[in-house]
T-cell receptor, first 109, second 114 residues
Framework: DAKTTQPNSMESNEEEPVHLPCNHSTISGTDYIHWYRQLPSQGPEYVIH???SNVNNRMASLAIAEDRKSSTLILHRATLRDAAVYYCILPNTGNQFYFGTGTSLTVIP | NAGVTQTPKFQVLKTGQSMTLQCAQD?????MSWYRQDPGMGLRLIHY???????DQGEVPNGYNVSRSTTEDFPLRLLSAAPSQTSVYFC?????????????FGQGTRLTVV
């Protein structure tokens, strides 16, 4: 099963874009890339997912490298409410989600 | 639409006691899972179910039992609680087998074993 690597923490100024990287060098051709985030004292919530093409939704954008060995979650204008732990996940062969430690995002007012 | 509901929200147990954490979803999802999250850590998969009557072990199954008699409910049982099981427990559900489906999480049960 493919594994992901993310920086432990990142900081961003409020209202500036944030680029959260994820490396998944052992990804297979059928692995979807999922991103979830966990606000303080809450359960994780879905952010976005993709397979090959870049994806956009109301929360964020997902940029996937051409070789699919890495991806970047883009928050276009960080707000204080975006302070959370962000998890990059590739469902395993049993289609289960295994979480790493994620990236803790701090947004500076 | 309630989504994924976990009860209780908080629980304190004495070592050796047993209890059941409840999880219910009203979205007719096939997949349900239980995770635990220790302070400063990511979520770890305990047990999961791909449909009624079918369960399997995740990363950290020891000390926990599950069953899935209905699509809606997926209870997690602690047979003899230990301090090492102090954690926040999250239940999740997903529509089905496809890898692109979104997971929905409950708000968690904070368990303390003394």
């Amino acid at each position: 099963d493919a594994k992901t690597t993310q920086p432990n923490s990142m900081e961003s100024n409020e209202e500036e874009p944030v680029h959260l990287p994820c490396n998944h060098s052992t990804i297979s051709g059928t692995d979807y890339i999922h991103w979830y985030r966990q606000l303080p004292s809450q359960g994780p919530e879905y952010v976005i997912h993709g397979l090959t093409s870049n994806v956009n939704n109301r929360m964020a954008s997902l940029a996937i490298a051409e070789d699919r060995k890495s991806s970047t979650l883009i928050l276009h204008r960080a707000t204080l409410r975006d302070a959370a732990v962000y998890y990059c996940i590739l469902p395993n062969t049993g289609n289960q989600f295994y979480f790493g430690t994620g990236t803790s995002l701090t947004v500076i007012p | 639409n309630a989504g994924v509901t976990q009860t209780p929200k908080f629980q304190v147990l004495k070592t050796g006691q047993s209890m059941t954490l409840q999880c219910a979803q009203d979205m007719n999802h096939e997949y349900m899972s239980w995770y635990r999250q220790d302070p400063g850590m990511g979520l770890r998969l305990i047990h999961y179910s791909v449909g009624a009557g079918i369960t399997d072990q995740g990363e950290v199954p020891n000390g926990y039992n599950v069953s899935r008699s209905t699509t809606e409910d997926f209870p997690l049982r602690l047979l003899s609680a230990a301090p090492s099981q102090t954690s926040v427990y999250f239940c999740a559900s997903r529509p089905g087998r496809r890898r692109q489906t979104e997971a929905f999480f409950g708000q968690g049960t904070r368990l303390t074993v003394v």
